[in-house]
């Protein structure tokens, strides 16, 4: 019987084959797909432009800052996508969007604007009879296959999203040898960037709707709560435990991210009966909020909250209720309350700088106090039975700058050298 010299090798290349294949054969269907919806796409940007931007211009049925307004930089969009299926076309896609992303600045224009565009096109639609008349007979045209221009208007933003996918996979199947890696990476996170604004901007909208619907359920305007960089969390019934023995009271709370909200229901004989009163904003700045009972599975829960002049105890039978609420507060305080550490740097307390009496006062030697204060640190000392280390006089100096006390070092003498003369500065001896 005769077996294959290395079979395991061989096997081993043809499964990195097939594995190479398979790449190939995903990053050639993903590039394709690319380039048919992008034909799509830029055909979609040129019927806006062509039946409704030029054609509105040239018969002055808006004005100007109107058009501006509706349709935003969606002209320099289509010059901008109209070069880059030029190049997906010929199959450069690595090049393409490295020379598409600079010019991303023009979608920001377009999704930063694409509500407000939204807005002003409800309000001419709903007051302007000849734009409304323009407006149906050109989407009643065989080239917009039934698309309105609401749908037409969010087709760049939904674009930025389907290329975050599109170039993704493609630079997942292709190999980081290929030229074209580096520059489908780049482009991935540019267009990642952009993708992330249009979310931000979708949540701000949201937010914003939110908080002008509360708005309108309250009576007055005595209570704001419109304001900047405030989010709308969650709102709902529950019952204020008083702090005397009296009944509790059903009220309804409207949480933010700086302030919770009590109101109550106004009088049923009031022709706005679903609308609400607001009683008090208590702030979340200085606000602690626990958890009475409801810990186990009970039914419902009481939770506490401490602000600076007033004292809450909110009830709810509730359990999963109750529960959610004090997770929407436990987390919207701490956001208000980030744990920052500051690290102050002190300096030790033997390394505290000495002062030195030189020879000469007009004179100072940074270099010989820096060696005196590490001479001042260290203990020289040697331990007999029964003797002390002397102590020098102070004329004893080591270096050829006079010191005070801390400058010397402290050595054992005998008995015949401590009774003569000090030795020149150059024959001192400095234990180590």
């Not at 290395?6 to 594995?19: M, R, T, Y």
């Not at 290929?178 to 991935?188: G, H, M, T």
């Not at 267009?191 to 002008?212: D, K, W």
């Amino acid at each position: 019987m005769s077996f294959s010299p290395c079979p395991k090798d061989a096997f081993g290349c043809l499964n990195i084959q097939e594995q190479r294949d398979r790449w190939e054969r995903k990053r050639s269907r993903v590039a394709r797909e690319l380039v048919q919806t992008e034909q799509r796409y830029c055909e979609q940007l040129q019927l806006v432009n062509m039946y409704f931007v030029e054609i509105l211009k040239a018969k002055g049925t808006l004005r100007q800052h109107i058009i501006e307004s509706i349709f935003s930089s969606i002209k320099s969009i289509h010059s901008v996508n109209q070069s880059l299926l030029v190049h997906l076309e010929n199959g450069y896609f690595g090049r393409g969007f490295e020379q598409f992303c600079p010019q991303l600045h023009f979608y920001n224009t377009y999704v930063n604007n694409i509500y407000n565009a939204r807005k002003v096109l409800a309000v001419q639609l709903k007051k302007n009879k000849a734009f409304r008349r323009f407006k149906a007979l050109q989407e009643a045209r065989p080239d917009f296959r039934n698309c309105q221009l609401e749908e037409l208007l969010s087709l760049p933003s939904q674009r930025i999203q389907q290329y975050k996918h599109f170039l993704k996979d493609m630079a997942e199947n292709t190999s980081p040898d290929c030229p074209e890696f580096q520059q489908l990476s780049r482009a991935v996170g540019e267009i990642g960037e952009v993708s992330q604004r249009i979310e931000h901007n979708a949540r701000s909208h949201q937010n914003h709707l939110q908080l002008c619907r509360v708005q309108k359920l309250l009576k007055g305007r005595k209570t704001k709560v419109l304001a900047p960089g405030r989010w709308y969390i969650r709102e709902g019934w529950l019952r204020t435990v008083p702090p005397k023995g009296t009944e509790a009271m059903p009220k309804m709370f409207f949480l933010f991210s700086d302030m919770l909200l009590q109101a109550k229901r106004r009088s049923p004989l009031d022709p706005g009966g679903s609308k609400f009163s607001g009683q008090h904003a208590y702030p979340l700045q200085d606000c602690t909020v626990d958890k009475v009972f409801g810990h186990t599975k009970s039914r419902g829960g009481l939770l506490s909250l401490t602000f600076p002049r007033a004292k809450l105890l909110l009830m709810s039978s509730d359990q999963e209720d109750i529960n959610d609420w004090h997770q929407s507060l436990a987390s919207a305080i701490g956001k208000l309350h980030p744990k920052n550490t500051v690290v102050h740097k002190r300096e030790e307390p033997g390394r505290r700088p000495l002062c030195l009496v030189t020879a000469d006062p007009q004179q100072h030697d940074p270099a010989a106090e820096s060696t005196s204060g590490r001479k001042r640190n260290m203990v020289n000392c040697e331990t007999d039975n029964g003797a002390q280390t002397p102590t020098t006089t102070a004329g004893t100096t080591t270096g050829t700058t006079g010191a005070g006390p801390a400058g010397p070092k402290r050595m054992k003498l005998s008995d015949g050298q401590a009774a003569s003369s000090p030795e020149p500065a150059s024959s001192s001896c400095v234990i180590l």
